[in-house]
C-alpha cells in the first residue's frame, strides 16, 4: 500500500510538472524497504532468543522435578541410618582409642642404619677439581 502510494505520488509530481522525490527506479523506497527489512529480522531474532531461553529454563525445570521425583520414591537405608542420632559416647570412644603402636625404627623391616648405608652407596660423589684449577670435567680428565 505504501509503495503504491509512493510510485502514485511521484508519477503524480512528474504529470502536474514539478521534479520528481524519487526517480523511475525509486532508490529511496530500496532502501525503506531494506531498512524494514532488516528492523523485522532483528525483531525476530531477538524474539526467537527469548523463547530459546524460556524453553531452555522450560527444560531444567522439568529436570529438576523429575530428579527430586526419583529422589523422593528412592529407598536408601544408607541415608536412613546417617539420618538418625549418632551416640556421642560411641563417638568419643571411637575418636580416643590408641592405635597399634608401630616401631620407631624399622623402616619397611629394616634398620635405620643398614638403611642408610645402602642409600650411601647410591649417593652421588662430590666433583674432584682438575689440575687445571677449573671445575669442568673433560673427557681425558676423571672427575
Keep these: 500500500m505504501v509503495i503504491v502510494a509512493w510510485i502514485g505520488l511521484n508519477v503524480l509530481f512528474a504529470s502536474l510538472g514539478h521534479h520528481m522525490i524519487d526517480s523511475s527506479p525509486f532508490p529511496w523506497i530500496g532502501e525503506a524497504i531494506s ?13 526467537q532468543k527469548r523463547e530459546d531461553q524460556l524453553a531452555h529454563h522450560r527444560e531444567m525445570l522439568i529436570l529438576e522435578l523429575a530428579i527430586l521425583r526419583d529422589i523422593h520414591d528412592r529407598v536408601d537405608p544408607e541415608a536412613e541410618t546417617m539420618g538418625q542420632a549418632a551416640d556421642t559416647q560411641s563417638v568419643l570412644n571411637a575418636v580416643t582409642k590408641k592405635p597399634a603402636s608401630r616401631p620407631q625404627n ?12 645402602v642409600l650411601k652407596a647410591f649417593r652421588p660423589r662430590p666433583r674432584r677439581p682438575s689440575r687445571t684449577g677449573r671445575n669442568d670435567c673433560r673427557k681425558e680428565t676423571k672427575c
Design 106 to 117: 624399622r623402616v619397611w623391616g629394616w634398620n635405620e642404619r643398614r638403611l642408610f648405608s
Design 35 to 47: 531498512l524494514t527489512s532488516l528492523y523485522r529480522v532483528v525483531l525476530v531474532l531477538i524474539s
